[in-house]
């Protein structure tokens, strides 16, 4: 094979795909667990979604599991949303609790929502978002690389009908409202709070209940949630991360309508 007809392959299959997701359904910011399972949902459903993960590796925090020991904890409302991501999860001794290797988590999420019809573009920062007439209406991209090297390049956009906000800890995307658009979000204060320190129970619990639109056009999942409402971190255990992408998904179908068929 000559090496000019493997650079035009790679060339002209992602330029294809990236004219192709020029305008989805729905752009997701981050591909950790939350994100992708909304992805998954969505995808299956018949939405156009695009991921996007300023990170060479999709998954989020899951690689590492607890403290680098490769294991995560979901609890048992959780159990369901993993089978269908094709991740083995066993019970542990204490009832309600089950583990699953974090390495086949993060892996298996992933393959899940490409082979569900969603397009991951990784190494792609969302540093803006498109607002029109106080409404969502895309998001602004650049690569990371660039983010990171602090060069000076103007980014490109994608419209999207819904963005959802899954960067984790940082809750960037939702900051943009506060920030640059100079708005407040539709929650307690207006602005993110940041999240509070580690309590699995209450973090957990906190993260499915708020998740949801914080302002016209814009959701959060995942992390996200916690950072934006200021509740409780909660460490390797992973349910709430899950159960939050597939309410994401829940919500954004009933706003959009019900099901496009499938992809």
């Not at 298996?108 to 929502?113: G, M, P, S, T, V």
């Not at 956009?157 to 963005?163: M, N, P, R």
């Not at 307690?188 to 129970?201: N, R, T, V």
Request: aromatic content about 6%.
């Amino acid at each position: 094979m000559e090496d000019r007809n493997i650079t035009r392959a790679i060339v002209e299959t992602f330029t294809e795909e990236w004219l192709d997701h020029l305008q989805v359904d729905v752009a997701v910011a981050g591909a950790g667990p939350a994100g992708l399972t909304a992805a998954v949902y969505l995808a299956e459903w018949g939405y156009k979604t695009a991921v996007f993960e300023r990170k060479l590796s999709t998954g989020g925090g899951m690689w590492g599991g607890g403290m680098m020991f490769n294991k995560i904890v979901v609890q048992e409302e959780a159990v369901e949303v993993l089978k269908k991501m094709n991740i083995t999860c066993r019970p542990y001794r204490e009832k309600g609790y089950y583990t699953a290797d974090a390495v086949e988590a993060a892996g298996a999420l992933a393959a899940r929502a490409v082979q569900a019809g969603a397009k991951v573009f990784n190494l792609m920062s969302v540093e803006d978002l498109l607002v029109r007439r106080e409404r969502v209406a895309g998001v602004v991209l650049n690569w990371s690389s660039v983010e990171m090297a602090g060069l000076h390049v103007d980014p490109m956009s994608v419209d999207a009908g819904l963005v959802v906000d899954a960067t984790g800890h940082d809750c960037s995307v939702a900051r943009v409202i506060t920030d640059k658009i100079k708005d407040k979000l539709d929650i307690p204060g207006g602005e993110p709070k940041g999240e509070s320190s580690m309590w699995a129970e209450a973090g957990e619990e906190a993260i499915v209940r708020n998740t949801g639109e914080v302002y016209p056009g814009l959701l959060v999942a995942g992390m996200a949630v916690n950072a934006v409402f200021g509740d409780h971190r909660m460490g390797p255990v992973f349910g709430g991360m899950f159960l939050s992408g597939k309410k994401t998904a829940e919500l954004i179908r009933e706003k959009l309508g019900g099901d496009k068929g499938s992809s």
